[in-house]
């Protein structure tokens, strides 16, 4: 049971470049998310899933698309870097968001550098 | 910004003090969440309490809930070094999204 697993762990872009973030769990949980993390502040919600071909936008969704495909993998493009899209991204999983009780299980993260 | 707040942003504690940190929010909450961060890693659950509970005890953890101030504080008694990270609250206001605090940074020295 790998629990989260994201790839790549690091990744330097140049502004205008597309690129694909991974994310896959292999706890067959309902719900993932995405989350950028910026110094001194806590992580701001990108877009979210709820279930295979379910997806919503977060908090900070432009720059970024999502798509769900399969109940264990949900990755996240940048369909043309900016400089201020540089951040740590976390994807997490969750049993059920909406059951009370249900925590949310955090990768390791990818720290993205663009140029 | 719908984020909630925390205090202190940094606090430095010697090994075996307690150490308190708070959490400040806006909205109504379903339930409150605690989570670690050691650094460079993603975030660990700790403990989480129902907006209908007041406190919470897990281990050396403490978390006490006031719906009416819209705050938490988290307390960690007998720190340990192995303490130090940033630890970050997390609301859910319902709606499948979660809000996140900025965090306070830990710093326990041996």
């Known amino acids: 049971n790998a629990g989260v697993t994201q790839t790549p762990k690091f990744q330097v872009l140049k502004t205008g470049q597309s690129m694909t973030l991974q994310c896959a769990q292999d706890?067959?949980?309902?719900?993932m998310s995405w989350y950028r993390q910026d110094p001194g502040m806590g992580l701001r919600l990108i877009h979210y899933?709820?279930?295979?071909?379910?997806?919503d936008q977060g908090e900070v969704p432009n720059g970024y698309n999502v798509s769900r495909s399969t109940t264990e993998d949900f990755p996240l493009r940048l369909l043309s870097a900016a400089p201020s899209q540089t951040s740590v991204y976390f994807c997490?999983?969750?049993?059920?968001?909406?059951?009370?009780?249900?925590?949310?299980?955090f990768g390791p993260g990818t720290r993205l550098t663009v140029l | 910004s719908q984020q909630g707040e925390e205090d202190p942003q940094a606090l430095s504690i010697q090994e075996g003090e307690n150490a308190t940190m708070n959490c400040s929010y806006k909205t109504s909450i379903n339930n409150l969440q605690w989570y670690r961060q050691n650094s460079g890693r993603g975030l660990v659950h700790l403990i989480l309490?129902?907006?209908?509970?007041r406190e919470k005890h897990s281990g050396r953890l403490r978390v006490t809930l006031d719906t009416s101030k819209k705050s938490s504080s988290l307390l960690i008694t007998a720190s340990r070094a192995a303490d130090t990270a940033s630890y970050f609250c997390a609301m859910d206001t319902g709606g499948f999204k979660t809000i996140f605090g900025a965090g306070t940074r830990l710093f326990v020295k041996a």
């Open positions: 899933s709820v279930g295979a071909g379910i997806t």
């Open positions: 309490i129902r907006s209908n509970e």
């Open positions: 997490a999983s969750s049993p059920r968001l909406a059951a009370p009780g249900d925590t949310q299980y």
């Open positions: 706890m067959n949980h309902e719900y």
